[in-house]
Nanobody, 118 residues
């Protein structure tokens, strides 16, 4: 079993930056594909970015491509999401997920709120 805990959310002005982190416990992340998702109020959860277990392959939603960067440190058992050029439409609860692919993952964090003010 893997426990995932996100941190780093907060309130930022449009154009600003935030860095989200996801700390894992229970087992190593080393062989797990990992991802970030988000859910805005009144909307369905949507995919943001994913990274392969080795870190060698990344994939982004078109809405964040060029602004967000997903990374991982398997030695520290952590996943990160660097978010630059934030827009009000990026406001959402951001979730860390692991152990899956596409839209389906076995493990989920509790989420961290990101609010971007205009």
């Amino acid at each position: 079993q893997v426990q995932l805990v996100e941190s780093g959310g907060g309130v930022v002005q449009a154009g600003g930056s935030l860095r989200l982190s996801c700390a894992a416990s229970g087992r190593t992340l080393g062989r797990l594909n990992m991802a970030w998702f988000r859910q805005a109020p009144g909307k369905e959860r949507e995919f943001v970015a994913r990274i392969s277990w080795s870190g060698g392959t990344t994939y982004y939603a078109d809405s964040v491509k060029g602004r967000f960067t997903i990374s991982r440190d398997n030695a520290k058992n952590t996943l990160s999401l660097q978010m630059n050029g934030l827009k009000p439409e990026d406001t959402a609860v951001y979730y860390c997920a692991g152990g899956g692919d596409g839209e389906t993952y076995a493990y989920w964090g509790q989420g961290t709120q990101v609010t971007v003010s205009s």
